[in-house]
Structures are given as C-alpha cells and as structure tokens.
C-alpha cells in the first residue's frame, strides 16, 4: 500500500479515449494506492468511482469490452432518441447486472471526492460528493449527467433541472481547483490529451448559436471551454514545474472518444498499460514522497 493521502488524484474526461487511461486505474489499484481526494468529470467520473470501488476488473471492462454489448448504444439508438451512447443503459440500467457495481466497498470508502455537471439552463457548474450518493441510483445519475455529450446524448433531469457534461464548467473539464478547494497541495493528473495539446477557440460561435438555440448556456459554455481548459493545464504543468504535481499524458492514443470498436479499445487499453507500467517508478516515487 501506497499511503498518498497528500494528494489528489485528478481524472480527465475523453469518452472511449478513456479505454486508454483505465490502465492507469487498474495500475493504481493493483498498487493499493491511497489518495486524499479523487474527483473527474464525463468519463473521468467513471475512473473516480470505479476508483473508489477498488474494481481493477470492472475499471478496465467500462472502456473496452462493455462496448461491445448490443444496448451500449450506436447510429440506431441516437435515431431512436437514447442518444449515441445509451446513457440511461450505461450508467443507470447496468450496473446491477451488465457491469456490476460493488457499492458496499464504495460506500465503506473514506476518500472525499468530487463529480461535477454543467446545467444546461444556466450553464453553472454543480458539484456533488459522497453526501449527495446515499444510494447506487443517486451516484449513477450524476456519474450521468456528468457524462452527457450535448446533441449525441439525452440530457439528464435531476431534481427538475437538465444537466449536460461537466467538461462545459467553470475549468473546462481539469477539476484542479475543485482539489485545491479541498485543501490538496499535491496532484496526480491523469490526462487523455497529449502534453502538447492545446484547446483551439471556437471559430464558428454564430453556428454553434444556432444549434443550441434552445439552451444558449451551453452555446456559451463550448465558446468559453477552451480558454478555461488550458488555463487548468497552464496551471497544472506550472504545478508540475514546481514539483507539486506528476502529470500523465498518452503518448500513443489510438482511438476517438465515439470508439465502439472493442478489438480497437483493448489494443488502445494496452497501449495505456505499457505506458504506465514505463512511468510507474516515477509515479511511485512521487507518491511516496
């Protein structure tokens, strides 16, 4: 065991891209590695709480073999209105059966952690922790509503309110400042983007106003995500820079986030496994330290 209670452990967002860093969830699993703080948003979100649940198994099954079940969703089910990804299916309707959960060791574990959402009538940025996961169908909806793409998927109502992916909010999908809230001065980001990547500016704003017409905050949101996305990263390599922080960012990543294909995922996972076995004594040695 790897006592980390020092640090947060941050998990971005990528949809399938996620197949990637799964590994690096397994890896942290396997390790026993225990953090003060773990939170994500879209995809991250599962990381966090299959994280939390200590699944090595279910971890690496969410982003690869999961894809190959006939509910997972597709260009029939978008048509049919329950999105491209089937969100109700994949986070809400699965997780007794399909892709189980075991909700008594999350439920039992002390790490805080943090989940966020974006409203889509508003466009603020709404957090949720453990006090807000009393049961398996309050975590999995808001591990929903995190996850929901704006037009490839349904938005998720809770409480009378529409919510949209939480890489909409306020620092444009990293959820670094959530983590210094908390009180963390140390930081494990795991990152589906390369090192190098920087966010470009939306260059069509008047189009993406006109497709979301009916909810100008989220038109507001996707113009305003680059900037506040690589001000996140900014800050985290600065943290970096400082020694602060350990950053993971794929060297190899071989799909889209819209990846369904599963022989395409488990080579990407495995990519994702190479990697992170190769930076592993790096990680150690910062956790330790």
């Known amino acids: 065991m790897i006592d980390a209670r020092d640090t947060a452990l941050i998990f971005e ?22 953090f003060g703080w773990v939170g994500g948003v879209s995809a991250g979100a599962s990381h966090t709480v299959n994280y939390l649940s200590k699944d090595i198994i279910r971890a690496e099954e969410s982003f690869t073999d999961f894809a190959h079940n006939p509910s997972f969703g597709g260009v029939g089910s978008l048509f049919r209105g329950t999105g491209y990804f089937n969100a109700e299916f994949i986070y809400e309707k699965s997780a007794d059966k399909e892709l189980p959960f075991d909700w008594k060791t999350f439920q039992s574990n002390p790490i805080d952690f943090d989940i966020a959402a974006t ?3 508003t466009g603020e940025t709404v957090h949720w922790g453990r006090e807000d996961a009393k049961t398996p169908a309050d975590l999995f909806m808001r591990v929903r509503a995190s996850s929901t793409l704006p037009l490839i998927m349904p938005m998720r109502v809770i409480d009378s309110v529409p919510y949209v992916d939480g890489a909409l909010g306020e620092t444009g999908g990293i959820s670094l400042r ?15 983007k390369p090192r190098d990547y920087v966010r470009p500016r939306v260059s069509r704003t008047t189009m993406v106003r006109r497709i979301f017409y009916k909810n100008p905050a989220i038109a507001d949101a ?29 060297g190899h990543m071989n799909v889209a986030s819209t990846e369904r294909n599963v022989a395409k995922l488990r080579a990407n996972f ?14 150690r040695e910062f956790l330790a330290g």
């Open 13 to 34: 967002g990528g949809g399938m891209r996620n197949s990637y860093t799964a590994a690096c969830v397994s890896m942290l699993l396997r390790e026993k590695v225990r």
């Open 119 to 121: 409203r889509a009538d």
């Open 178 to 192: 959530e983590a210094q809230a908390a009180g963390m001065k140390r930081f494990l980001f795991i990152g589906t």
């Open 222 to 250: 996707l113009i305003a995500r680059p900037a506040r996305y690589n001000a996140s990263k900014d800050a985290l390599l600065e943290l970096e820079r400082e020694g602060s922080a350990q950053l993971f960012f794929p």
């Open 270 to 283: 495995q990519a994702g496994v190479d990697q992170t076995e190769k930076e592993w004594p790096a990680w």
